[in-house]
């Protein structure tokens, strides 16, 4: 949609919407009213801004990318992707309608990931890249496999999931088919378990990162690409706790203040 709309030269600016879940990353992503410092989707200015799950938007956060988009109305296109019935969620007021009439234009229905099999190869490569793996990738044949029956009921979002995850597990080695899903979920009984098996992929993620770097947040955030503030938010959605530090001592002068 970008390459063929009508700055195809300008930037494409990714927002995370789920990510904006404290008034400080609203504040940097979207602008403070009343100052001039320069928000992050600014950077897409004569070109796209993708505000990747909409549906996933925090509600505080609403009001604000209300009036951000407003007041760049002509600044950049938008595009917004989600999985969720936007329309419902607004009939039951769990979603600003004044937001959601900015987006006027046709939805475009993409079609599920387990029906374009000559897209997942491309796309895990490219995942598999952003993830670190050497390149070029090096795919075992029960990978490819592997990558062509499973279901991907996450789609893209779950591919890209498990990518991560693989690359971590095989290192700078050969991905192998015990690096991927290996567990369809079937789709017709379980749709409404779908982010949870999406996160469930991402808790796995966090808790073998994590070890891998003896539980020190900073390099697993780093590892993980993310801050160190969204891992610890995402360690609390889990319901994760650092390990206790039974074997650390700390000591203090006997005058020292307490």
């Known amino acids: 949609l970008h390459e063929r709309g009508p700055a195809p030269e300008g930037p494409f600016v990714t927002l995370y919407c789920s990510e904006l879940f404290d008034a400080d990353r609203v504040r940097l992503a979207l602008g403070d009213e009343g100052t001039d410092e320069p928000a992050r989707i ?12 909409l549906g996933d938007l925090p509600r505080d956060a609403h009001v604000a990318m209300r009036k951000a988009l407003l007041a760049r109305r002509s600044a950049f296109r938008v595009i917004g992707t989600t999985q969720r019935a936007i329309a419902g969620l607004v009939a039951r007021g769990a979603f600003d309608a004044e937001l959601f009439s ?5 939805p475009v229905e993409l079609p599920p990931l387990r029906t374009r099999t000559a897209d997942i190869l491309p796309l895990a490569t490219r995942f598999a890249l952003e993830a670190g793996s050497p390149a070029p990738v090096r795919w075992s044949p029960g ?12 789609n893209v979002l779950e591919l890209k999931n498990a990518m991560h995850r693989a690359v971590r597990i095989a290192g700078t080695g050969e991905l192998l088919g015990e690096h991927l899903p290996n567990e ?25 990162t994590l070890a891998d770097c003896n539980h020190n ?5 780093k590892a993980l690409g993310i801050s160190r ?6 360690m609390e959605k889990f319901g994760l706790k650092p390990p ?15």
Do not use: C
């Not at 369809?184 to 073998?208: F, T």
């Not at 947040?217 to 955030?221: E, F, G, L, R, Y």
């Not at 206790?244 to 307490?258: K, N």
């Open 229 to 234: 503030r969204a891992l610890i938010y995402k």
């Open 42 to 53: 600014d950077a897409a200015r004569g070109g796209t801004l993708l505000l990747d799950e």
């Open 217 to 221: 947040q900073t390099h697993a955030a």
């Open 244 to 258: 206790p530090r039974s074997g650390r001592r700390i000591t203090t002068r006997p005058d020292a203040a307490t």
């Open 184 to 208: 369809p979920m079937p789709i017709a009984s379980n749709r409404g378990r779908l982010r949870e098996h999406v996160d469930g992929m991402e808790r796995d993620a966090i808790i073998k």
């Open 102 to 106: 900015l987006f006027s234009g046709p």
């Open 143 to 154: 990978a490819v496999a592997r990558l062509r029956s499973y279901p991907w009921p996450g």
